[in-house]
């Protein structure tokens, strides 16, 4: 069966510092994968996606993503975060056409 | 383009009593999705509809639980009767079948339902 894992539910980082977070999958075909993020109050948000070719997807507001399907992750990074990137952010795989499977989320905390 | 619009944004009911929650998806998509985010659960996906059709009703809770789509403009998720533990963020969302858009779905706001 499909699954996404978020390994960490809460990540606390300074401004300026780097940001990665995680995403493994567990998919029989190739994946098509999602990171989103929300915001306090809002909806989701699509930062970026992966359906083929090059592994290493740029995002919306300086966020990247790489696929590696030998380790079957999807880690997004950020290399300085700002304080407006406090917010959750989900991995999601397509099931099939339409049907995407969201991961538990991780709550990002941004610190001065 | 307004994206998706979803009415109310916030909803506080008795229990018993029954919820109409609104949907307006992006001109153009023709798939709509309805999802509930909990803190117990996450975001579940309860139904989806395609061209107005609904195709995959799967993750609706139970019998309370009905969803509607009369036009490709306007859906609806109903709860009667509601609960307490109905009590979520429901989110809408809508898609395009497009060849660069497959699978990318847009949000909205979400309805934050309480019920009392």
């Known amino acids: 069966a499909q699954s996404v894992t978020q390994p960490d539910i809460h990540i606390t980082v300074s401004e300026g510092a780097s940001l990665e977070l995680r995403c493994n999958y567990s998919?029989?075909?190739?994946?098509?994968l999602f990171w989103y993020v929300q915001s306090p109050g809002q909806g989701l948000q699509l930062l970026l996606k992966?359906?083929?070719?090059?592994?290493l997807v740029q995002g919306i507001k300086g966020f990247e993503a790489e696929f590696k399907r030998s380790q079957s992750s999807f880690n997004l990074r950020k290399p300085s975060v700002h304080w407006s990137d406090a917010a959750e952010y989900f991995c999601?795989?397509?099931?099939?056409?339409?049907?995407?499977?969201f991961g538990a989320g991780t709550q990002v905390v941004v610190t001065p | 383009d307004a994206g998706v619009i979803q009415s109310p944004r916030h909803e506080v009911t008795e229990m018993g009593q029954e919820v109409t929650l609104r949907c307006k998806p992006i001109?153009?998509?023709?798939?709509l999705f309805w999802y509930r985010q909990t803190m117990m659960r996450g975001l579940e996906l309860l139904i989806y509809?395609?061209?107005?059709?609904?195709?995959?009703d799967s993750g609706m809770p139970e019998d309370r639980f009905s969803a509607k789509m009369p036009n490709a403009s306007f859906s609806t998720l109903k709860i009667q009767p509601s609960e307490p533990r109905d009590s979520a963020v429901y989110f809408c969302?809508?898609?395009?079948?497009?060849?660069?858009?497959?699978?990318?779905?847009?949000f909205g706001p979400g309805t934050r339902l309480t019920v009392t």
């Open positions: 998919y029989g075909a190739t994946p098509y």
């Open positions: 992966y359906f083929s070719g090059d592994t």
């Open positions: 999601a795989v397509a099931h099939s056409w339409g049907k995407l499977q």
């Open positions: 001109s153009g998509h023709d798939y």
């Open positions: 509809f395609n061209n107005n059709v609904p195709i995959d």
């Open positions: 969302a809508s898609s395009s079948q497009g060849l660069a858009e497959s699978y990318e779905q847009y």
